[in-house]
């Protein structure tokens, strides 16, 4: 399809465990942004690329947490000795620019760690 | 603190009849505000959004209001059919930053 693709659907990983989450932007979408959804709330900002250059990177909570997106287009990320407040949805969007550009949702990856 | 507030978790409306959304915030460098619709086990899909130049934008069956003194902003859906059940989150932009600040979001339902 043309939308974003983000793999796995799903995860279940035991705390303490390293997982690594897929997302496959828009072909030809310079930005890339990650969010993280708890149960009931709106998504929460974590990282946004432009191209390959991480921009910002202000919503991580913390330095287990690490995104990459070497080629400027597939971009991952990774969570290190996961802990069970790492339990929610983690959303990719991209957009073709920056700015006020509407941003292209993924259906997200659910992860939930035991 | 929340920044943008959706303060009804849920919204029941009839098939043909106006749904009425609405949105609170409470910085006033916001000056783009988005409105997106989420089905279950799926990502949020762009629905309209508004410069806070204007204040009103239409789209279809989709207006949204900007009421930039009471910080308040609002979607209407006229007339609601079935498909439009999903949750709506109202999000905003401060100075064209790229970065999102989400509401809650409000869970509307279209009775037949």
């Known amino acids: 399809g043309a939308g974003v693709s983000q793999s796995p659907r799903y995860k279940v990983a035991k705390r303490g465990q390293d997982v690594a989450l897929r997302c496959d932007p828009i072909?030809?979408?310079?930005?890339l942004f990650w969010y993280q959804q708890a149960l009931g709330q709106g998504p929460e900002f974590l990282t946004y690329f432009q191209n390959e250059a991480q921009l910002d990177k202000s919503g991580l909570p913390s330095d287990r947490f690490f995104a990459e997106r070497p080629e400027g287009s597939v971009s991952t990320l990774k969570i290190q000795r996961t802990q069970q407040e790492d339990s929610a949805v983690y959303l990719c969007a991209s957009s073709l620019g920056g700015g006020n550009q509407p941003q292209h949702f993924g259906d997200g990856t659910r992860l939930s760690i035991l | 603190d929340q920044q943008v507030k959706q303060n009804s978790p849920s919204l029941s409306v009839q098939e043909g009849r106006i749904s009425i959304l609405n949105c609170d915030y409470t910085n006033s460098m916001f000056d783009y505000f988005l409105w997106y619709k989420k089905y279950p086990a799926e990502g949020p899909t762009f629905l309209i959004s508004?410069?806070?130049i204007k204040d009103k934008n239409e789209d279809g069956r989709f207006t949204v209001f900007l009421n930039k003194s009471a910080k308040h902003l609002s979607l209407h859906i006229v007339p609601s059919q079935p498909g439009d059940s999903a949750v709506y989150f109202c999000a905003a932009i401060r100075n064209s930053n790229y970065q999102l600040i989400w509401g809650a979001g409000t869970k509307l339902i279209i009775k037949p």
């Open positions: 508004i410069s806070s």
């Open positions: 072909s030809g979408h310079v930005s």
